[in-house]
T-cell receptor, first 109, second 114 residues
Framework: SQELEQSPQSLIVQEGKNLTINCTSS?????LYWYKQKYGEGLIFLMM?????EEKSHEKITAKLDEKKQQSSLHITASQPSHAGIYLC?????????FGAGTTVTVRA | EAQVTQNPRYLITVTGKKLTVTCSQN?????MSWYRQDPGLGLRQIYY???????DKGDVPEGYKVSRKEKRNFPLILESPSPNQTSLYFC?????????????FGSGTRLTVV
C-alpha cells in the first residue's frame, strides 16, 4: 500500500503566525486528500488535489501538489485557535485510501 | 442531511463476545470503508467495499469481518474481540474512488475490549 510521511509530527504556532505541513508519498500521487480531525472525532474533508502543480485554497488554508516530488504541502495563513487539530493527508492506491500519521497543530493565544 | 452514521459511539465489551458496529450512509455512495485509528499508528484501513456484495481486505483485516448486502450499510463484525482490537473505529464512504468530493467519515466508535 501507499506510504505517506507527514512532517512535522506536531507543531505549536502563535496565533496569527503562518504554518506549513508537508506530506511525502512513497508512490506516484494521482490524487491527494487533506483532512482535519479534532481529537477523538471524525475527519473533516478539506480539499483534494488531482493534478501536478494544482493549488487550492479554502478560507486561510492553501494546499499544493508537486507530482514530480510526490509531495503535497498544506499552508495556513494567520493561524487562529479554530485551526488547532490534527491534519492528515490521504492518497489512493489500488482502491485503498491510505493516510499519513497526522500532524498535530496547537495554536497559542 | 448527507452523512455517515455509526453506532454505537462508545462500546465496552469483554474478550470473546461477538459484536457488530453498524455503519450507514444516505448518499447512495458505492464505496465504503472501515478504518481503525491508534496512537502512533495513525489510520489504518481494515476492509473496503466497492459496491454491493463486493468487499476486500485492507491493511489490517485480521479479526474482522464485513458484509455489504445493501448499498447503504456496511457493518463491521468482530467475531471474537480481543484487547488488541481496542481502538477508535471510523467508517467512510465515497461516490467512487478518486472523487473530487472526497470521503465522508462517520463520527467514530470508541471500542474498549477488556
Amino acid at each position: 500500500s501507499q506510504e505517506l510521511e507527514q512532517s512535522p509530527q506536531s507543531l505549536i504556532v502563535q496565533e496569527g503566525k503562518n504554518l506549513t505541513i508537508n506530506c511525502t508519498s512513497s508512490k506516484t500521487l494521482y490524487g491527494l486528500y487533506w483532512y482535519k480531525q479534532k481529537y477523538g472525532e471524525g475527519l473533516i474533508f478539506l480539499m483534494m488535489l488531482q493534478k501536478g502543480g494544482e493549488e487550492k485554497s479554502h478560507e486561510k488554508i492553501t494546499a499544493k501538489l508537486d507530482e514530480k516530488k510526490q509531495q503535497s504541502s498544506l499552508h495556513i495563513t494567520a493561524s487562529q485557535p479554530s485551526h488547532a487539530g490534527i491534519y492528515l493527508c490521504g492518497a489512493e492506491s489500488d482502491y485503498k485510501l491510505s493516510f499519513g500519521a497526522g500532524t498535530t497543530v496547537t495554536v497559542r493565544a | 442531511e448527507a452523512q455517515v452514521t455509526q453506532n454505537p459511539r462508545y462500546l465496552i465489551t469483554v474478550t470473546g463476545k461477538k459484536l457488530t458496529v453498524t455503519c450507514s450512509q444516505n448518499m447512495n455512495h458505492e464505496y465504503m470503508s472501515w478504518y481503525r485509528q491508534d496512537p502512533g499508528l495513525g489510520l489504518r484501513q481494515i476492509y473496503y467495499s466497492m459496491n454491493v456484495e463486493v468487499t476486500d481486505k485492507g491493511d489490517v483485516p485480521e479479526g474482522y469481518k464485513v458484509s455489504r448486502k445493501e448499498k447503504r450499510n456496511f457493518p463491521l463484525i468482530l467475531e471474537s474481540p480481543s484487547p488488541n482490537q481496542t481502538s477508535l473505529y471510523f467508517c467512510a464512504s465515497s461516490l467512487s474512488i478518486n472523487r473530487e468530493g472526497g470521503y465522508t467519515f462517520g463520527s467514530g466508535t470508541r471500542l474498549t475490549v477488556v
